[in-house]
């Protein structure tokens, strides 16, 4: 009895343990940055991607629903891509802009206003076979996509925050993009040649949806994907609904965001600068080689010596040396190339 009580105790330590301080990174040679960095004089506006309601035949949510995720998350508009229609457009507010997910030769894509999204990029089920350019967006990380593709992770995930959701509640949820290998699929992008702009869609799907007179229950809510990640689009254009998102996105620069509050990228020159809302932030400078810098602290300047790059960022709880425990990602971004400078920071 007293073994297993002790078996008992040591598996949920463990999982603790790994819940909180996993994964572990040991850092090459990081540089700390003491740069105070003034944001860019721009408008940025949160929006989230690749959801879909009851008008699509494998999901339940409706506009009210997203509607009421918006607020609580805090988020200023959706995209709705439902299966080959945009019916949603209907009976929706100016908050919501009612696109489409079809199928054509070459795959999946995303469509609203006159913007193609290539969506499920790295999934063996979607590939895409199409060209690689700036004709399309990418939908570079589809939530449901990398969550599932770590089913490990997952499950142990799953199973500890079964034990902390008394206690944290809704908190727990926001620890699922640790599961998420941002690194893996930025150099992915690096290396397979892709030169589109890229976004990050969430592929949400209500399977289960109960209500009575005073009460919903989706599962999944939405509020669980959207407090997940979210993209920022920083333009010069103020916009004034959905409606105008697709000028904002094409006029103005994308981040792929995983946190609440807005981390920023941009570049000035040769600088990719780096604007942090945590005092704990790793910002990660990718090429094709793999890592070129790493740099501790809120603000960042990272030197590019020309070529193509994408930029991670993660905050992290507890830092022993070199090694960072608790790693989760804040951001990931494209920098726009140094040709582009005099448009907006990405």
Not at 202 to 218: C, F, G, N, P, W
Not at 236 to 256: F, Q, T
Request: overall charge positive.
């Amino acid at each position: 009895m007293i073994t297993a009580l002790l078996f008992v105790i040591t598996l949920v330590f463990t999982l603790l343990i790994w819940f909180f301080l996993f994964p572990v990174r040991l850092l090459r040679n990081p540089n700390v940055s003491l740069e105070i960095l003034e944001p860019p004089d721009v408008y940025v506006y949160s929006f989230v991607l690749h959801i879909h309601t009851q008008f699509s035949h494998d999901s339940l949510g409706k506009p009210e629903d997203i509607e009421r995720a918006l607020d609580l998350c805090g988020i200023n508009f959706a995209i709705v891509t439902d299966h080959e229609n945009d019916l949603v457009g209907r009976f929706s507010s100016d908050r919501i802009l009612a696109g489409r997910e079809v199928k054509v030769r070459e795959g999946d894509l995303l469509e609203f206003g006159d913007l193609k999204v290539i969506a499920h990029p790295f999934s063996e089920k979607y590939t895409w076979k199409g060209r690689k350019d700036s004709g399309y967006l990418l939908e570079i990380v589809d939530l449901k996509d990398e969550v599932l593709r770590y089913k490990v992770k997952l499950f142990l995930f799953l199973l500890t925050a079964l034990l902390l959701y008394p206690f944290l509640r809704r908190r727990v949820l926001k620890h699922l993009v640790k599961v998420l290998e941002v690194e893996k699929v930025a150099l992915r992008y690096l290396r397979e040649g892709w030169n589109c702009p890229v976004v990050g869609g969430l592929d949400h799907h209500v399977k289960v949806y109960i209500t009575d007179a005073s009460k919903r229950i989706l599962i999944p809510d939405y509020t669980h994907s959207f407090s997940l990640m979210r993209n920022l689009v920083m333009t010069p254009c103020e916009v004034k609904s959905a409606r105008d998102l697709p000028k904002a996105i094409k006029e103005g620069r994308i981040l792929v965001s995983f946190s609440e509050k807005a981390p920023l990228v941009w570049r000035e020159g040769r600088n990719i600068k780096v604007y942090s809302p945590y005092a704990n932030t790793l910002t990660v400078l990718l090429s094709e080689r793999g890592v070129e810098a790493e740099v501790l602290g809120p603000n960042s300047v990272l030197e590019s010596r020309g070529g193509r790059y994408m930029v991670v960022g993660y905050t992290y709880i507890l830092k022993l040396w070199n090694i960072l425990f608790g790693l989760r990602p804040l951001f990931l971004a494209l920098p726009a190339e140094e040709r582009d400078e005099g448009k907006t920071p990405s």
